[in-house]
């Protein structure tokens, strides 16, 4: 289904595959249950959260001058530094060191910012063969699909269907074995590295004392990546700063332990400018492309400033109780999850994503696991109310929410009201629930049970009660 139809037909269909949803739930519960393991054992974590939200909150309220002294020191060092304020701007920025460098092949580590901008399809467009290095991102890449969870792209898929990938890619018969299938993926992407032209990664962190950016794997795909092309392209997010390389000490412990529940990550690396003389390897030339794409619109609005302190890992979503129904492609934006319901409809500032910020119980069990307690549920709140009054709402929601407010505001009217409900309730109770098979309550008490009026409220109850003791 295509990004514009709406998240409810998407999750209608998603909701009749099976395999979709035992795997969603087996790898979200995992990664759950993890996080919370080593987050116990690691102790004080309440404290670990409170300091990585005081170091994102400082950032982002001081953005312009980090970004300034990040771009400096990264210029000191030899590289050379764009600022694009939307994805044409990215895409021609990109466009134009492809042609410079002639570049044919090049090979790219997982980036968020870079589906955002759809840079694959551009760079195929360009004529040059774009490869996902990325174990999940390649299986998705082959797929011809995007990915379907920040941290694990390839969630949805079977080993079968891997297997089937993989077979089609190199011509060659495979078992479903892990080892069979990891080993034909290292073989492949081998030969990709050592032929490119450019590596283009993405940014965990940049640190702006320094001009350094990190980057973090569990595959070391993205040491390759930055290493061996004579070229690297690094994409990053305007908001993916951090003060200094000991602020990165915090967040080398919220993000690894956040996303997959491990201690630390498996690769930390990080890259402060091009090669210099005397050094033995690494690019020639380094490109760093700093994306805006509707993230300043949110500075300075006290209500969405906050999503800015976002570092992608993912915890949102694998507590999600609608994601790990739905998973990731029933949102139809680049960001699934919480964190898409919010930030997708923000970034892209018209009409599109509008009814993601409907896709949520408003539970807030993704703000208990956020590492930079990022108050999601209360900002799907707000972008519904700016929703409302841009639109005017739906008429009938209005009726109903206006005939609620007066039959609530006193009690006589809400007694009256009561006595008819329990009257037009008669056709539709069963069992002592409702089953509402037309109307707007139809989609509710299809999935929910929704109680019938008892034959007396409790106030009637109590009355009939007090009335029967003064008689006793
Ligand atoms: S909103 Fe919080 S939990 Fe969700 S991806 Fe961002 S940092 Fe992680």
């Known amino acids: ?3 514009r139809s709406s998240v409810l037909d998407r999750a209608k269909s998603a909701l009749q ?6 795997a969603v739930h087996f790898t979200t519960d995992r990664l759950r249950n993890r ?14 959260r409170d300091r990585g939200e005081a170091i994102r909150r400082h950032t982002i309220e001081h ?7 990040f771009a400096d020191n990264l210029e000191r060092l030899g590289a050379h530094v764009h600022f694009c304020a939307d994805a044409s701007e990215a895409l021609a920025a990109v466009t134009d060191i492809v042609r410079a460098k002639a570049a044919k092949r090049v090979v790219k580590s997982k980036s968020m910012v870079t589906e955002e901008i759809h840079l694959n399809h551009h760079l195929e467009e360009l004529g040059v063969q774009v490869v996902e290095t990325d174990l999940g991102e390649y299986i998705v890449q082959l797929a011809g699909e995007t990915p379907s969870h920040i941290i694990i792209p390839a969630i949805h898929k079977t080993r079968e269907q891997i297997k089937a990938l993989f077979e089609a890619d190199g011509g060659q018969n495979l078992t479903t074995e892990t080892r069979d299938l990891v ?7 081998r030969e990709m590295y050592l032929t490119a032209d450019i590596g283009i990664t993405g940014c965990n962190f940049a640190i702006a004392e320094t001009g350094s950016m990190a980057l973090f794997t569990n595959e070391g795909n993205a040491d390759l990546v930055a290493n061996l092309p004579k070229t690297h392209i690094v994409f990053m997010g305007m908001e993916r ?7 990165l000490e915090v967040f080398a412990h919220l993000l690894p332990k956040s996303a997959t529940g491990q201690n630390t990550i498996t690769y930390l690396s990080l890259i402060t400018g091009p090669r210099r003389a005397g050094d033995g390897d690494g690019p020639e030339e380094m490109h760093v492309i700093i994306l805006d794409n509707g993230r300043s619109r949110q500075l300075g609005d006290p209500d969405f400033q906050a999503v800015l302190h976002c570092i992608r890992c993912g915890a949102c979503l694998n507590v999600c109780p609608v994601y790990r129904q739905i998973g990731g492609h029933a949102y139809g934006s680049v960001y699934p999850g919480p964190i898409g319901a919010v930030l997708s409809p923000l970034l892209e500032g018209g009409e599109a994503y509008q009814d993601l910020p409907y896709a949520s119980s408003l539970c807030g069990a993704c703000y208990e696991a956020c590492p930079v307690k990022i108050p999601l549920h209360d900002m799907l709140v707000k972008e519904r109310q700016r929703y409302v009054a841009k639109t005017g709402g739906k008429t009938g929601e209005k009726a109903a929410f206006a005939t609620y407010r007066v039959a609530f505001s006193d009690h006589r009217r809400y007694l009256s009201a009561i006595r008819v409900a329990r009257r037009l309730q008669g056709g539709f109770a069963k069992d002592g629930v409702i089953r509402a098979k037309i109307g707007p309550l139809a989609g509710w008490t299809d999935r929910r049970d929704f109680p019938a009026l008892g034959q007396q409220t409790f106030r009637e109850w109590w009355m009939a009660r007090k009335r029967g003791t003064r008689r006793g």
């Open 241 to 247: 700063i951090l003060p200094t390389l000991a602020d």
């Open 183 to 189: 080993a034909f993926a290292r073989r492949r992407l």
């Open 1 to 3: 289904m295509n990004a």
């Open 63 to 69: 953005l312009d001058f980090y970004l300034g002294q």
């Open 17 to 22: 595959d099976d395999f979709l949803r035992g």
């Open 35 to 48: 996080k919370q393991a080593v987050t116990e054992d690691f102790g004080h974590w309440e404290a670990w």
